[in-house]
């Protein structure tokens, strides 16, 4: 007979480990989410026009993305501490960096390259991963949900409370505010990675030699007609989630109402993404995982027509924040799970890193064309058909998938 401790996690160390890795990521998320909050007192402080704040922001995005494979595999090799204390130093830099940025080439160091690459270090692949290799497949998708509302927490937390910073004591006080809230992410990294040095809470296997390393899997994930399309998805929704996040403030500020509904509208939809996590997560255990990102992607765009065809009252925006919100990064656990059950979770932080990657690609185009829009148009109106139509893209993309595990098994260690 197994004992417990080799075969599941206890219900305290299970609970313990999520809400950790929640925690970091309620402060990266939390301080990702908000960078659009700083976009007019830039302007206001520059004489940097849209399409250059929007641009660096682009790039913030697209790096975010490009690093995550890339800081996944180094936790998945050689251990997550590391990499997590970087990332909180990275982001605090970036926001430092921010209060110099008085040209495009500063603002894209310290919001395009610094501060994503920390917020990389400390996100969804790396923290999941952590989480995920400890325990038993069937918790996967309900963890991930826990996990990803964490990020949601952090917006709805974060939004405001930046919104009011910045109001009281002006941006510099709100990046320094955030500088402090990444380097604060460093203690409950130790203790979280201090649990995953544990033994392993799954019997200890090695592996058997016709068990892919490292190269070989992402080899074959990139084979894998299934893997693709879940990029491909994933992609759309990254362009959704930048676009908003970045450019929601300018749609408010085009309607006449004042920036405390942006920052409502933001937290709005970081509260409401809690459930919307959660719930996916549970969903994820019941029902195939593709429906659910069809089902997610199709019902964005039915809320986008319906706040279009709205009359954009400062009640519409709460409305359609708290319904956008709901689908918001409720993508994050069935995009997860369907990486794990395809290729298992020794390499998850990796392979489900590539796929942020893919979502970042999307993103970039989302923050930047925004930005020309409203430096061109003075309208974010065909950015918004843009978006619908992804949505649907995204919905039908994803109905192909075949869950099936790919993964090659692990041979037990024999003594």
């Given at each position: 007979?197994?004992?417990?401790?080799?075969?599941?996690?206890?219900?305290?160390?299970?609970?313990?480990?999520?809400?950790?890795a929640?925690l970091?990521?309620?402060?990266?998320?939390?301080?990702?989410?908000t960078?659009?909050?700083?976009?007019?007192?830039?302007?206001?402080?520059?004489?940097?026009?849209?399409?250059?704040?929007?641009?660096?922001?682009?790039?913030?995005?697209?790096?975010?993305?490009?690093?995550?494979?890339?800081?996944?595999?180094?936790?998945?090799?050689?251990?997550?501490?590391n990499?997590?204390?970087?990332g909180?130093?990275?982001?605090?830099?970036?926001?430092?960096?921010?209060?110099?940025?008085s040209?495009?080439?500063?603002l894209?160091l310290?919001?395009?390259?610094l501060?994503?690459?920390?917020?990389?270090?400390?996100?969804?692949?790396?923290?999941?991963?952590i989480?995920?290799?400890?325990?038993?497949?069937?918790k996967?998708?309900?963890a991930?949900?826990m996990?990803?509302?964490?990020?949601?927490?952090?917006?709805?937390?974060?939004?405001?409370?930046?919104?009011?910073?910045?109001?009281?004591?002006?941006?510099?006080?709100g990046l320094?505010?955030l500088?402090?809230?990444?380097?604060?992410?460093?203690?409950?990294?130790?203790?979280?990675?201090?649990?995953?040095?544990?033994?392993?809470?799954k019997?200890?296997?090695?592996?058997?030699?016709?068990?892919?390393?490292l190269?070989?899997?992402?080899?074959?994930?990139?084979r894998?007609?299934?893997?693709?399309?879940?990029?491909?998805?994933?992609?759309?929704?990254?362009?959704?989630?930048?676009?908003?996040?970045?450019?929601?403030?300018s749609?408010?500020?085009?309607?006449?109402h004042?920036?405390?509904?942006?920052?409502?509208?933001?937290?709005?939809?970081?509260?409401?993404?809690?459930?919307?996590?959660?719930?996916?997560?549970?969903?994820?255990?019941?029902?195939?995982?593709?429906?659910?990102?069809?089902?997610?992607?199709?019902?964005?765009?039915v809320l986008?027509?319906?706040?279009?065809?709205?009359?954009?009252?400062?009640?519409?925006?709460?409305?359609?924040?708290?319904a956008?919100?709901?689908?918001?990064?409720?993508?994050?656990?069935?995009?997860?799970?369907?990486?794990g059950?395809?290729?298992?979770?020794?390499?998850?932080?990796?392979?489900?890193?590539?796929?942020?990657?893919?979502?970042?690609?999307?993103?970039?185009?989302?923050?930047?064309?925004?930005?020309?829009?409203?430096?061109?148009e003075g309208?974010?109106?065909?950015?918004?058909?843009?978006?619908?139509?992804?949505?649907?893209?995204?919905a039908?993309?994803?109905?192909?998938?075949?869950?099936?595990?790919?993964?090659q098994?692990l041979?037990?260690?024999?003594?």
């Amino acid at each position: 007979m197994k004992s417990r401790s080799l075969s599941q996690p206890t219900s305290t160390g299970l609970w313990s480990l999520i809400a950790l890795a929640s925690l970091i990521l309620m402060i990266t998320m939390g301080i990702r989410q908000t960078v659009g909050l700083f976009i007019h007192p830039i302007l206001h402080s520059t004489t940097m026009s849209i399409a250059e704040v929007s641009m660096a922001l682009a790039i913030g995005q697209l790096m975010w993305g490009a690093f995550q494979p890339l800081f996944g595999a180094w936790a998945d090799k050689r251990g997550a501490f590391n990499v997590l204390v970087l990332g909180a130093v990275l982001i605090a830099l970036g926001q430092i960096g921010t209060l110099w940025a008085s040209s495009f080439l500063p603002l894209t160091l310290a919001q395009g390259l610094l501060s994503p690459a920390g917020a990389a270090a400390g996100s969804f692949s790396v923290l999941i991963g952590i989480v995920a290799s400890r325990l038993p497949s069937d918790k996967g998708s309900v963890a991930s949900g826990m996990i990803n509302a964490g990020g949601s927490l952090g917006q709805f937390i974060f939004a405001p409370l930046i919104q009011l910073i910045v109001s009281l004591r002006g941006a510099a006080s709100g990046l320094l505010f955030l500088a402090f809230a990444a380097l604060s992410t460093i203690i409950p990294s130790w203790f979280l990675c201090r649990k995953n040095a544990q033994p392993a809470v799954k019997p200890v296997l090695t592996a058997a030699a016709d068990e892919p390393g490292l190269k070989q899997q992402i080899r074959l994930a990139f084979r894998n007609p299934s893997y693709l399309l879940l990029h491909a998805g994933f992609l759309t929704c990254g362009f959704h989630v930048a676009f908003l996040t970045t450019h929601l403030p300018s749609e408010v500020n085009l309607c006449g109402h004042d920036a405390s509904v942006s920052a409502v509208s933001l937290s709005l939809i970081g509260l409401f993404n809690i459930a919307g996590s959660i719930i996916a997560g549970i969903l994820g255990k019941r029902y195939p995982m593709k429906y659910i990102l069809a089902w997610l992607y199709a019902s964005r765009a039915v809320l986008i027509i319906a706040f279009l065809l709205s009359s954009k009252s400062e009640l519409a925006f709460y409305i359609f924040a708290c319904a956008i919100g709901l689908t918001w990064l409720a993508t994050v656990p069935p995009t997860a799970g369907i990486v794990g059950k395809l290729f298992g979770t020794r390499y998850l932080a990796t392979l489900f890193g590539f796929t942020l990657f893919s979502h970042q690609i999307g993103a970039f185009f989302g923050a930047w064309l925004g930005g020309v829009a409203m430096q061109y148009e003075g309208s974010l109106d065909w950015v918004w058909y843009a978006d619908i139509a992804l949505a649907i893209i995204a919905a039908l993309i994803n109905l192909p998938i075949k869950e099936k595990n790919t993964a090659q098994p692990l041979t037990p260690r024999t003594t």
